[in-house]
Each structure stands twice: as C-alpha cells, then as structure tokens.
C-alpha cells in the first residue's frame, strides 16, 4: 500500500486550501482513512477520519472549518480546510487503518498501519 499526499502550500489566515490524498493498491473503502498533523517540536496530532462506512469524526480544533471526504472512484481522500488559521501550521499526513478500527482507537496515529509523506501547509500573514 502507498499513500501520497499532496496539495500543500502558503496560505494567508482565512484562505483555503484542499489536500488530497492518493492510495495506491485496494479501493479505500476498505479502510479507515485518517489525516494527521505534526507542528515543529510538537506530536503528531489527529486532525479527521472518515471510515470504511463513510461515518466522519474530527478534532475540536478543527471542527466547523475541516471537511474530509473521499472519491472512491478515485481512490482519493481529501481534507477541505476552510477559515485557515496560524495554528493550523504543520506537515499534513495520511493514513490508512483497516476497516474494522475500533472507533476508540481513529484518533490514535498507532492504530494506523500506511502512511504517506507529509505535506507541509504553512498559514501566515
């Protein structure tokens, strides 16, 4: 399984910006897709999942400004993130779980077996 992630960049506060996120081999349908995130210094962070199911779940942080969703089709996640802010500064990853995770364990970055690269987003005046 590989994982790619791509669509990061320079924003101002209150932009947007669309990261994508490329599976190769099984349709993600069959797994718990994550994005996580990892400021300079800090530990890496759950930012949103969508599940096998399609259910979402997100963290606080972010809730109301975040949407992630998926293009089977595509075998494609992506993390819509609006309302941007300098606190949302950080290498952006993706991760894919198996389908039957425990919900207690989404947010977990060891729950997750692959992961992509980070993609650094950058939010700043």
């Known amino acids: 399984v590989q994982l790619q992630a791509f669509g990061g960049g320079l924003v101002q506060p209150g932009d947007s910006l669309r990261l994508s996120c490329a599976k190769f081999?099984?349709?993600?349908?069959?797994?718990?897709m994550a994005w996580f995130r990892q400021a300079p210094g800090e530990e890496r962070e759950f930012v949103a999942v969508?599940?096998?199911?399609?259910?979402?779940d997100y963290a606080d942080s972010v809730k109301g400004r975040f949407a992630i969703s998926r293009d089977i089709a595509k075998n494609t996640v992506y993390l819509q993130m609006n309302k941007m802010e300098p606190e949302d500064t950080a290498d952006y990853y993706c991760?894919?779980?198996?389908?039957?995770?425990?919900?207690?364990?989404?947010?977990?970055?060891?729950?997750?077996?692959?992961w992509g690269h980070g993609t650094q987003v950058t939010v700043s005046s």
């Open positions: 991760a894919a779980g198996n389908a039957w995770m425990d919900p207690m364990m989404v947010k977990r970055a060891g729950a997750y077996e692959y």
């Open positions: 081999g099984r349709t993600i349908s069959t797994n718990t």
């Open positions: 969508i599940r096998s199911t399609g259910d979402t």
